[in-house]
């Protein structure tokens, strides 16, 4: 977040804040405030970069970026490649739902950027409904999906690839914000979607490979450095 980036919404009254339909303006992108190492978070209060709540909604936009990287890796595909009309479909779908994450990770962001006194009832977070969605859409792309027999080495397309990046960042974010919930007030729901996002991108990265049609890389320990072996 940019130091002169503010909210808008209702007009507040004095010392509060509002999140009716927050928006951001960014005035300049900077602002020299954080030269000496520290930054502001939601409510100005300054503190370093490296503490561990930066560190841990930092590593959420980090996220961001990858899924943002995933679903153009998905448009690609979709312009470059002929495929059957259903997995066009789908590919689609996913991208749009990538689209609809990327929303809640802003959201999550937010929440972790506010310290949990500062934190108003209306202010953008993940929710319950949103975990749940998580939930459904695996359990829809699964039933597409062979059952697996070992684990999955990432590749065969470069939106796989991106996607099972997209997890081990998201993993990583979630370890950040359970060292921040033993130092502070974490609400629960932060690890809670992180985890499920993870297990959603596990199961993208496979969707992705069963529609492009490139298959899946299967971990073998005893295979030879040059053999493969495919799981269609």
Known sequence: MADESKEEGQAPTEGARTFNKPRVTINRVYTKKGDTGDTGLVGGQRVP????????????????????????????????????????????????????????????GSLLATLPEDVHPRQPRVTAADVERLEAEMDRCQEELPI?????????????????????????AERLCV?????????PLAVTYLNRLSDALFVWSRFVALHLGTGEVLWEPDKSATGQSKAR
Request: hydrophobic share 40%; charged share 30%.
């Open 148 to 172: 697996l027999r070992s684990f999955v080495l990432p590749g065969g397309s470069r939106a796989n690839t991106d996607l099972h990046v997209c997890r081990t960042v998201c993993r990583r």
């Open 49 to 108: 970069k490296d503490d561990a709540r930066i560190e841990a909604y930092g590593t959420v936009d980090e996220l961001n970026a990858f899924v943002g990287a995933a679903r153009q890796s998905i448009l690609e595909g979709l312009a470059a490649d002929k495929m059957r009309p259903e997995s066009a479909a789908a590919l689609g779908e996913l991208s749009d739902t990538l689209c609809r994450v990327q929303h809640e990770l802003f959201n999550l």
């Open 179 to 187: 060292s921040l919930a033993r130092q502070t007030e974490v609400d």
